[in-house]
């Protein structure tokens, strides 16, 4: 999850552009590498849509950096999970819409043999996610930005935590993403 040092994970409305700007060649790597040990990507709607629209042409796009060809393959590639009580169908590949018993699609996926489970953006999901007590881990890549009002991450999880902190890269950009696990009620 993108969130600024004073905890929007986007604008008042819904804009991502304050994390363009400290995207960098060595976050890409680390990025390409967290999606490369995933095999499912769990999303909300809005994340879905979004998604869904740019990814399937990137590989294709002659002006997409060639750089990047094996991001946009594997977001092509993983499998991926929407739910939504509003969408009546997805059209990107490996896609499965789940509109009921969130939880138990959740708990099943982690007791399957595999590889990791990513949240990307979503911030509705992972707050479920957080609330049901279904998060493994959190990586929060933590911008050098302040927006002074937005859309707040955990947005409405409900839940207070304890987190513990195992992990951290700092970027020459000024981004640091953290890792933590959860370390029981606050």
């Not at 990025?31 to 869904?52: E, F, N, P, V």
């Not at 987190?163 to 981004?175: A, D, I, K, L, P």
């Amino acid at each position: 999850m993108n969130i600024t040092l004073d905890g929007f994970m986007a604008g008042r409305n819904e804009e991502l552009d304050w994390h363009f700007r400290f995207w960098n060649e060595e976050m890409a790597r680390v990025a390409l590498r967290q999606l490369g040990s995933a095999d499912t990507l769990l999303l909300g709607r809005k994340t879905y849509q979004a998604m869904a629209a740019y990814w399937p042409v990137q590989a294709l796009n002659p002006g997409y950096p060639r750089e990047d060809i094996a991001y946009a393959e594997m977001m092509n590639r993983c499998g991926k999970i929407v739910f939504s009580t509003s969408l009546r169908r997805v059209s990107w590949c490996n896609t499965v819409l789940v509109n009921s018993h969130i939880r138990s699609t959740v708990l099943a996926l982690k007791r399957r043999r595999g590889r990791d489970i990513l949240v990307y953006g979503s911030g509705s999901i992972a707050a479920l996610l957080m609330r049901l007590g279904l998060v493994d881990e959190y990586q929060l890549w933590v911008h050098p930005v302040w927006l002074g009002q937005g859309r707040s991450f955990p947005e409405k999880a409900g839940c207070r935590r304890q987190m513990e902190c195992t992990g951290r890269q700092e970027f020459s950009s000024g981004v640091v993403l953290f890792f933590y696990r959860d370390a029981g009620p606050g």
